[in-house]
């Protein structure tokens, strides 16, 4: 069964220390400036409805993508630093699913913490890498089965 597209965001998870509102797409082309710009709409709308009620919150545009979804991992094109630099302007983090699944791999061999992706995917803008989940990885406890 289809269901229509409302045009919000594909998900919006509260979490008492900060927001985070989002798109997912696939795409056979690269990140474009449109898809970082959806994110800002719904960002933006989001930030409406707060404003009508009196709330405040600290929201987090996250935009998961898998560019070239038709193309092997090792072929596929980086994604250009223009849509890196649009999205750091906006606010914005870009996630690759390949990079999204490496980082859930590490959280289910207890390499990172709920906490670490929380302050990390609240904190950075632009681009997400690995990298920035190895800095201190020293300070996480082992998984415990």
Same mark, same amino acid.
């Given at each position: 069964?289809? =269901?229509?597209?409302? !045009?919000?965001?594909?998900? *919006? ?5 900060? $927001? %985070?509102?989002?798109?997912?797409? #696939?795409?056979?082309?690269?990140? !474009? ?36 979804? $038709? ?7 980086? =994604?250009? =630093? ?5 999205? =750091?302007?906006? #606010?914005?983090?870009?996630?690759? $699913? ?8 590490? %959280?289910?061999? #207890? ?7 929380? /302050?990390?995917?609240?904190?950075? $803008?632009?681009?997400?890498? *690995?990298?920035? %989940? /190895? ?11």
């Amino acid at each position: 069964k289809h =269901i229509p597209d409302d !045009k919000k965001e594909d998900f *919006l998870i509260k979490l008492p220390s900060c $927001t %985070f509102i989002g798109e997912i797409k #696939g795409v056979t082309s690269n990140v !474009k400036y449109e898809h970082i710009s959806q994110v800002e709409l719904h960002y933006r709308g989001y930030l409406d409805r707060l404003t009508e009620t009196g709330t405040a919150e600290n929201v987090k545009q996250l935009l998961i993508m898998n560019p070239f979804r $038709t193309k092997a991992l090792d072929k596929r094109d980086p =994604i250009h =630093i223009s849509q890196i630099e649009l999205a =750091i302007r906006n #606010g914005c983090l870009i996630i690759e $699913t390949n990079t999204l699944l490496r980082l859930y791999e590490k %959280f289910c061999n #207890g390499e990172v913490t709920t906490q670490k992706c929380v /302050d990390v995917l609240s904190n950075k $803008t632009g681009l997400l890498c *690995l990298a920035e %989940f /190895d800095a201190d990885a020293g300070d996480i406890e082992p998984y415990k089965v």
